[in-house]
Structure formats: C-alpha cells, structure tokens
C-alpha cells in the first residue's frame, strides 16, 4: 500500500493531505484526502454520540437491573445485530431508516434551528447525519456486549461496600461501576469507533457520495463521503494510474487511523483486566 | 404500640430468610444491646452472616432473597415501606469478611464517599472528619503522608481499619462486622480486636465471627446459631462457662464445628 501510493503523495505531497480538490480528469488531475477524512471524522463522532449512550444503557441494563430470564435473550438479540451484513443496513437505511430521520430528526432541526451552520440545508436524508446514524446503530453490538463484560467483571465486594455506606443502586452504577470499569468501557468505545471509522457498505448507500470541495463536511444535512465509502464507490472506476494511487493512498491513511485505534484499544481493556486481577490484594 | 427500650438497640422478631427456596434463618428472635459487642458464632452455613445482612437490609440485595418477620431499630421495624433502606445503612455500618476499599479512590476518598453522597463538600469539615475516623482506627499515623494513594496500596490490615474508618465517618448508631479478621494475620487481628473493644464506647456492635477464643475475648453477649436457629444467646461469661444447651457446650467445646 506504501509503494501504491508513491505517485499520488510525489505528485501532491502534502497538499493530498490538506487540500480538497478531487479530479480525475486526465490531464488536470488533482487529488486530496482531506474531506474523506473528515467525513469520517463527523460520521463516527456521530456514531459513537448516537450508539455509545445507547450501548452503555443496555449494557447497564443487562447486568445490574435485567431480571434472569430477560438477560439471555436481550444479550442475544443485541449480538444478533452484530450478524446482520452490513448491505442490509444499508438497504435499511436508505428506504426505511432515512425516512424517520428525515421526519423526526432533520425537519425539526432545521426548522428550528436552520440558522446554525450545521443543521443548514434541505432535510433529504442521504446525508452525513443518516451515515453517522447508522453508523451508531452498527457499533451496539461491539460497544455493548463489551462493556456488559468489563461491567461483570467489577467484583461485587465493591457494590457491597458501596451500598453498605448509603449508595442508591443509581450511585453505585454511576460512581463505582462505571468507575472501576471505566479504561475498559473506554476501550469498548474506541473498538467501535474502529468499527465506525472502516464501516463501508452501509455508509456508501446512504451518504451521498460528494467528491471533491463538495465533500468537506459544512454541515450535517449535507452529502458527503468518508475514507471508506470513496474506495469503494471509486477504484473500480479509477482511470489512470495516478488516480489509482490516489485511492491507494486513501487507503494507506484510513488503514493507519484503524490500527492505530484497534491497538489503542485492545491496550485499554487489557490493562483493565490486569488491574482487576490484583485490585483488591 | 411500639415499646422503646433504650437499653436494647436493635430487636429481631420472628425473622425468618430465604435464598431462593432453601430457608436460611428460622425465627430468629435477638436482643441487641446499645453500646455492647455482640458476638455471633456457630459453624460454617448456620446463617449467621445472613443474619447480620438483614441487620441493615443487605439481604435483600441477592437475588431471590426473601425476608419475613421483623428488625427492629431503636423499636422501629427497618422492613417498614415508609423506611429508605439507604437511611438504614447509613444508620447501621458494615464491615465485610475481606477487606473492600474502593479500589479507584484514594484513601481521603474512601473514608470520605460515604459523606460525599450525602451532598459533603470538600473542605476543611470533611477532612477533619475523615482524619478522625482515621485516627480512631488507629490508621492516621500509619497513612497522614499517603492520603492520596488508592485505598488498596496499603497493607490487608490497614485495608480492613480503612474499612472499619469508611463506616464511622458516617458516624452510624451500630457496626456489624461479618469475620472481619478471618482474611488477616494474628497481629492484624489483634489490632482490629482492640479496635472492636473500643468501638463500643461510641457504638453498638455485632460481630460474626468463627473464631471462639475472638469471641470470648471482644464481646459481652454470644449467640450461638445451628443450621439456622439461634440456639442459645446469653453473656459472653455464661455462654462460654455454663452454657445451657448441650450443642452450644458441644460447639464450644470443639466436638464439631
């Protein structure tokens, strides 16, 4: 992937980074990722202020509150989503679950508040915020069903002690469990952020596909593209070679990001997990 | 008509507790005595840990756990609908069988969480109490220069008087302490026996325990339990010396147990 993408960062060197401009446009060819990251920037920072919140509530739900015979079937269900491809999201999204955030999401936004930058634009729903919407929905089953780990594992000695000096069962979640658990919890949240960052299927059906200038997220009613969704709706349509390059090196970027991220991660819950083991000797 | 007795703190009338099916406790009727140390022996499974869980309604935490008859505080039934049983904990302190400090909160922090959930601010007040509360477990010396490190990096018997700390910063009417010593080494669990001598100036105390010589030595009044009933309860001296039931005499002489 380094050597693929040689020509585009010769050809534009930094500016691939900083600029938005892209045109394939044999002859007049330029390329930048910028916008692409960024989208996948706003998209996954919605998906994780969508799905993270949710995650953590079933997560909570399902250890400290679910009585026995709802704690199976509600952990299935929730991994279950976690099974359904990705296409079908997309599938989903684009004739049923744009429609409720075109409804009740994005014309109350904007009708209200229109004059904010990023709720400007016509509610169309192929937009960033439907992506990131999606997005957050995709990311439940990782986020929860790891969190509902981390969450069993902080031993009961510490509910006990808490509750034994007045805790509310509410205080004893929000101030020993969630705080004992919290670097892995934290590391629940960046491995579905992984999983937001690299999602493509889904996103590429329900984003817009802007390329170029257009791309660069304004605002949240607005087409736009991530890392992703470019590779995917573009390469096979790459003509020249720099253009391939280009996408190559999209790919290179988007690669790095996710590493970086999964490796984050895995070395939060981990470090939990060792914690844990001698916490309380 | 409610009979308040001063003399007796807390009162168990007919208390009976289930896990699920299996019946823990059978009529339990104990009287307390404020400003005592009580002691609660008898052999592994007699329900004697259960019996102090219902003392300040952590029972009820476990799943299926089911209670019937009555715990009188101060003459009051503490199973009444009307009764928060966050007040009650916060009235009757707990220390539990191994040490349990927080384990993301400093030293200062644990002594001072209790407090904290009732709306105290930081601030010259909460530090004084909580270098009190240290000071009376005998921990202050041992920790003044580390209040900032977690409540674990100390040793297992520091761990467990931080605990003991944790529930008198909350300044409770009774402490029930469920085998407090049996995680500790012998000079750990001396400390925490005197300890336990000396609470009872400021407190009632119950303390569980499977160790005999432990409760002829910090308390004044004995219970012994057998497969869920109290089978015998008197003075510490009587129990031990001229005990009336023959289990409790075959208990205590150590013919099984």
């Known amino acids: ?281 | 008509m409610k009979t308040i007795d001063s003399e007796i703190k807390m009162q168990t009338k007919d208390l009976n507790a289930w896990f699920g099916a299996k019946q823990v406790l059978k009529d339990i009727n104990l009287k307390i005595q404020t400003n005592t140390v009580t002691a609660i022996i008898g052999p592994s499974g007699c329900g004697k840990s259960t019996l102090i869980r219902c003392l300040n309604r952590m029972h009820e935490l476990i799943p299926n756990a089911k209670i019937t008859g009555q715990v009188q505080l101060d003459g009051e039934d503490i199973f009444d609908k009307q009764v928060d049983p966050v007040q009650i904990r916060r009235r009757v302190g707990m220390v539990f069988q191994k040490p349990n400090p927080f384990p993301t909160m400093s030293i200062y922090d644990n002594v001072a969480a209790g407090l904290k959930l009732t709306g105290a601010k930081k601030g010259k007040h909460l530090d004084e109490i909580v270098k009190h509360s240290l000071e009376q477990v005998t921990l202050w010396e041992e920790v003044k220069d580390d209040l900032k490190k977690p409540g674990t990096s100390i040793s297992g018997g520091q761990q467990q008087r931080l605990c003991i700390a944790r529930a008198i910063a909350l300044h409770p009417e009774v402490i029930l302490m469920d085998e407090p010593c049996s995680a500790l080494d012998p000079i750990a669990t001396a400390k925490i026996e005197r300890l336990v001598v000396e609470l009872k100036r400021d407190y009632t105390v119950v303390i569980v325990t499977h160790n005999m010589q432990q409760a002829s030595r910090v308390s004044d009044y004995t219970a012994f339990m057998y497969l869920g009933s109290l089978i015998e309860f008197g003075s510490t001296k009587d129990i031990f010396e001229s005990p009336k039931n023959q289990l409790t005499e075959k208990y205590i002489t150590g013919e099984f147990g």
């Open chain 1, 1 to 281: 992937m380094v050597s693929g993408s040689i020509p585009v960062l010769g050809e534009f060197g930094f500016d691939f980074f900083v600029g938005t401009a892209w045109n394939p446009v044999e002859g007049r060819e330029i390329f930048s990722a910028l916008p692409y990251v960024m989208g996948t920037l706003v998209t996954s920072g919605i998906a994780l202020l969508i799905g993270v919140p949710l995650s953590l509530g079933i997560a909570i739900f399902l250890v400290e509150m679910s009585p026995k015979f709802l704690r199976v079937p509600i952990g299935y269900l929730v991994e279950l989503l976690a099974a359904v491809p990705s296409v079908i999201y997309g599938l989903w999204g684009l004739f049923v679950f744009r429609f409720w955030i075109i409804d009740y999401i994005e014309i109350p936004l904007s009708t209200y508040f229109g004059w904010l930058p990023i709720f400007s634009g016509s509610p169309f729903g192929l937009d960033l915020l439907t992506a990131g919407a999606i997005l957050g929905i995709m990311i439940i089953p990782t986020v929860a069903s790891l969190s509902k780990e981390v969450i069993s594992a902080v031993p009961n000695s510490i509910r006990e002690g808490a509750y034994s000096i007045g805790a509310t069962k509410w205080e004893v979640i929000r101030h020993w469990v969630i705080s004992y658990g919290r670097s892995g919890i934290f590391g629940a949240v960046i491995l579905g952020l992984g999983r937001a960052v690299g999602e493509t299927m889904a996103v590429a059906m329900v984003i817009g596909n802007a390329t170029g200038p257009a791309a660069m997220p304004t605002s949240l009613f607005q087409t736009g593209q991530t890392m992703a969704s470019l590779i995917a709706n573009g390469f096979l349509e790459a003509t020249g070679p720099l253009e391939v390059s280009a996408y190559v090196g999209v790919g290179l970027i988007l690669l790095l990001i996710s590493l970086f991220i999964n490796v984050g991660a895995h070395l939060m819950i981990t470090r939990v997990f060792k914690v844990k083991g001698g916490a309380i000797e």
